[in-house]
């Protein structure tokens, strides 16, 4: 009886994951492990300054003054060198919420651009700018990440269509990191302004290539 019950028991409904390429214009179901090792990073260089464990200082690590060109490395690690715990919680929490959004909708290589760009691109150029730049932290990388994000939604609202992003939400976030500067002054405005232009490139960019 209860084999027959079995045979004639309808079979419970289910979908497998979602494939790369199965639906035009949506991405495979992926976990977002790009943007998971970028913000593990931050925290390892927010706990590196935390625990002392640089005799001298996180300096070590970071644009304090213009580097020469033995030193030039420092603009790679300093995005992840943080002195300030509220300015470490603003930028990795930004680069964790948006550089998810930016992987699932572009993958994983569109945020390690965005973030080299306005990251260690916004620190570079920040270095350029003056030889007693203070820079440490990545709030142009997150900068980068949220612009890129935001820009197809300002495009789609720029057509009178509505959005389902949540627009209100992502200026507070953009306020907040933006103005970092004024609190903290190892937040450089040079490389917050980089990370906003790259992202706006690059978001538009990602707009025209996606257009079939």
């Known amino acids: 009886m209860t084999e027959r019950k079995r045979r004639l028991r309808a079979p419970t409904p289910s979908l497998p994951r979602l494939k790369t390429g199965e639906i035009p ?8 492990y790009t943007t998971l090792v970028l913000v593990a990073l931050g925290l390892v260089g927010c706990l590196l300054w935390r625990t002392g464990l640089f005799n001298d200082s996180y ?33 990795l929490a930004t680069v964790g919420l948006y550089g998810w959004l930016v992987e699932r909708r572009h993958g994983m290589f569109a945020v390690i651009v965005l973030f080299v760009l306005g990251g260690a691109g916004g620190i570079a150029v920040a270095a350029a700018a003056s030889a007693s730049v203070l ?9 980068a990440l949220l612009v890129a994000w935001v820009i197809p939604d300002l495009m789609t ?17 953009a306020a907040v990191v933006a103005l ?32 079939p």
């Open 25 to 32: 214009g949506i991405r495979g179901e992926t976990r977002p």
């Open 59 to 91: 300096a070590q690590l970071a644009i304090v003054g213009r580097p020469d060109t033995q030193h030039l490395w420092k603009i790679a690690t300093s995005p992840f060198i943080y002195d300030n715990t509220g300015y470490a919680f603003a930028c």
């Open 135 to 143: 820079a440490l932290g990545a709030n142009g990388a997150a900068l």
């Open 157 to 173: 609202l720029r057509r009178g269509q509505e959005v389902d992003g949540d627009l209100i939400g992502t200026a507070v976030v």
């Open 180 to 211: 970092m500067p004024l609190v903290v002054p190892e937040a450089s405005w040079v490389a917050g302004g980089v990370g906003i232009l790259a992202g706006a490139l690059i978001g538009w960019t990602l707009v025209l290539l996606a257009k």
